[in-house]
């Protein structure tokens, strides 16, 4: 067996309110989802004013980073370069998911959607920079 960490609510939480500041402080409504290590949802949210798509189309970001373990713009790139084979694949090829790597294993992800792919994308970082933050702190204070 392979110990592993799991993502709670409450990281779930940290994550989204850290994306949810950097969206709110460049003045983007966006939706905003967080999947555990399996692809399902933990959390959703769609900021006033977000598309209406946005709030189906962030938790399909996330998934994909589960089940790929990379970036969703990893799979744009592959369509804006011709591998339009991905298309069949069952992921969404667009950037703003991002995924939360701890000791090597995907352990969940997070998919933002609302405004241009690469600010998505920044959002997403936020939240998992913050998340991963919060980790690290929370591990040396236990020590």
Do not use: Y
Not at 103 to 108: A, M, N
């Amino acid at each position: 067996m392979i110990p592993t960490h799991a993502l709670t609510l409450a990281d779930a939480r940290v994550a989204a309110t850290a994306a949810e500041a950097e969206a709110r402080a460049n003045g983007w409504a966006v939706s905003i989802a967080i999947c555990d290590a399996g692809g399902h949802a933990l959390w959703l949210q769609r900021m006033d004013g977000a598309p209406l798509m946005s709030a189906a189309v962030a938790p399909e970001k996330a998934r994909t980073c589960v089940l790929s373990g990379k970036p969703s713009k990893a799979f744009e790139d592959m369509v804006n370069n011709g591998r339009i084979a991905a298309l069949a694949m069952p992921v969404v090829p667009l950037e703003g998911g991002e995924p939360v790597v701890v000791d090597g294993r995907v352990i969940g992800a997070v998919g933002v959607s609302g405004v241009k792919a690469g600010e998505d994308a920044r959002v997403a970082r936020a939240g998992v920079d913050a998340l991963l933050a919060h980790a690290r702190s929370n591990t040396h204070s236990a020590a």
